[in-house]
């Protein structure tokens, strides 16, 4: 069955310090990924998706079929990255619904 | 505001009830997307239209149910609550049919049963 797994709950690190969050996959089709980001008192957003290899805000994601991973990643981490973040995997076959890991609350603090 | 929106923001009501939920996606968009965020489940994916057709199906109850109408806006419509149904609902809207492109999330309703 497909999954995604962001291991950790929450995540404190100190401004200017690198920050990786984890995501981990279960599929058997073609994985298509997504990072999703809720500031606080804001909607749930697209960051980055994979497909595009794009650095958004400064992070950056790559998807390791090896390791069936998709972590985030950003060198500096900026009190205004401090947010909830969503790990999120698009199934093949029609609908382009999303499955979600339960996310990861990251504090960066001054 | 040309983003989703979603009616009410808060609804607060009893167990066995019944309520309608209420989203009008982007403009321009033809699918829309429900998903229930619970603190022990997450974000889980319920149910999907496209161009007022039911796509996909995901943990949806059954006495959960949605529609979309002509004018492409949805409603979720939870019926004999529990307790366990406290929780946000968020909809979201995609153009679909393009290769890799993105949903867009209203700002969610927070149902709480009591």
């Known amino acids: 069955a497909q999954r995604v797994t962001q291991p950790e709950k929450l995540l404190s690190v100190f401004k200017g310090a690198p920050v990786e969050l984890k995501c981990n996959y279960s599929y058997s089709g073609s994985p298509e990924l997504f990072w999703y980001v809720q500031y606080s008192r804001q909607r749930l957003q697209l960051l980055l998706r994979?497909?595009s290899r794009e650095s958004i805000k400064g992070f950056t994601a790559d998807l390791n079929k090896g390791e069936t991973s998709f972590h985030l990643k950003k060198p500096f981490a900026q009190e205004e990255d401090s947010a909830m973040y969503y790990c999120?995997?698009?199934?093949?076959?029609?609908?382009?619904?999303?499955?979600f890991g339960k996310g990861t609350k990251l504090t960066v603090n001054p | 505001d040309s983003g989703v929106t979603q009616t009410p923001k808060h609804l607060i009501t009893a167990t066995g009830q019944r309520v309608t939920l209420r989203c009008s996606p982007r403009?321009?968009?033809?699918?829309v997307y429900w998903y229930q965020q619970s603190l022990d489940q997450g974000l889980q994916f319920l149910i999907q239209?496209?161009?007022?057709?039911?796509?996909a199906k995901g943990n949806i109850l059954e006495r959960f149910s949605a529609q979309q109408f002509p004018d492409l806006h949805s409603e979720l419509n939870l019926s004999s609550l529990e307790l366990g149904d406290s929780a946000l609902y968020f909809c979201a809207s995609s153009v679909d049919g393009v290769l890799y492109n993105e949903q867009f999330f209203g700002p969610g309703t927070r149902l709480t049963v009591l």
């Open positions: 403009s321009g968009d033809l699918s």
């Open positions: 994979h497909i």
């Open positions: 999120a995997l698009k199934l093949q076959g029609g609908s382009e619904k999303l499955v």
């Open positions: 239209y496209y161009n007022g057709e039911e796509r």
